[in-house]
């Protein structure tokens, strides 16, 4: 994918840092890991750190998904992130107005072409019945508990930067013998474009 979409997506990444507040409850102390900043984030627990990168057991999580192009220019990005950054702003079943949460997930299939990459907003646990979507390419979606393996790195990233973490991170399993899902590559993105220390990005493998 081309730069231009990535930095498009930072920009309307922007659009919602007015309405974040903080819950509990985000790693195995109650408290949301630094990483996360202000705004809530998925359960997790530690499982083992290894040199560079993590297993974590997540807990069970609900999401707000729509397909993403990867096409020309990296627009299908920006589409995809307004359809999500709509849904959260008002376009549901009840007009709710619903806090931004981090990550944003994309999950790209390597293997099966028919699939296209999605987006994802993580929804908070405390929204019991999430409002169903207005625009039919959105969905809701509950995720079980899974496992994942975690390669972290800051800086402002790009569709380059996490392919190369992503590759960084399947060599690195490979090496230690490690099981892994190779048919899904995760990325998860946690700031805003005005952020310019301590950003956070990160590539998952679903742990076998």
Same mark, same amino acid.
């Given at each position: @994918?081309?730069? @231009?979409?990535?930095?498009? %997506?930072?920009?309307? #990444?922007? #659009?919602?840092g007015?309405? /974040?507040?903080a ?8 408290? =949301?890991?630094? =990483? ?18 993590? #297993? ?7 999401? &707000?998904?729509?397909?993403? *192009? ?6 299908? @990005? &920006? ?25 944003? %997930?994309?999950q790209?299939? #390597?293997?099966?072409?028919r699939? *296209? ?9 405390? %929204?019991? *019945? ?6 039919? +390419? /959105? ?6 508990? &899974?496992? /994942?393996? &975690? ?29 892994? !899902? ?5 990325? +998860?993105?946690?700031? !805003?474009? =005005?952020? %310019? ?5 990160? /590539?998952?493998?679903?742990a076998?």
């Amino acid at each position: @994918m081309n730069n @231009m979409g990535p930095l498009l %997506l930072l920009s309307f #990444l922007s #659009l919602s840092g007015t309405t /974040v507040r903080a819950e509990e409850g985000a790693s195995t102390n109650g408290e =949301f890991p630094e =990483f996360c900043g202000k705004q809530e984030c998925p359960k997790f627990r530690l499982v083992q750190k290894y040199d560079s990168f993590e #297993l974590r057991a997540y807990e069970g999580t609900q999401w &707000v998904t729509t397909e993403m *192009n990867d096409g020309f220019l990296g627009f299908g @990005m &920006v589409t995809s992130f307004r359809r999500l950054f709509n849904y959260i702003s008002g376009k549901n079943s009840q007009g709710l107005k619903i806090e931004m949460t981090v990550p944003v %997930l994309i999950q790209y299939p #390597l293997k099966d072409t028919r699939r *296209n990459a999605t987006m994802s907003f993580f929804l908070s646990p405390s %929204l019991v *019945n999430p409002p169903q979507p207005q625009d039919p +390419a /959105v969905y809701l979606e509950n995720t079980p508990p &899974v496992s /994942v393996y &975690v390669l972290s790195f800051g800086g402002y990233a790009l569709d380059y930067d996490y392919k190369k973490k992503a590759k960084a991170l399947a060599e690195k399993l490979g090496k230690q013998g490690l099981s892994f !899902d190779d048919s899904v590559r995760t990325t +998860a993105g946690y700031n !805003d474009p =005005f952020t %310019l220390l301590n950003r956070h990005n990160e /590539v998952w493998y679903k742990a076998k």
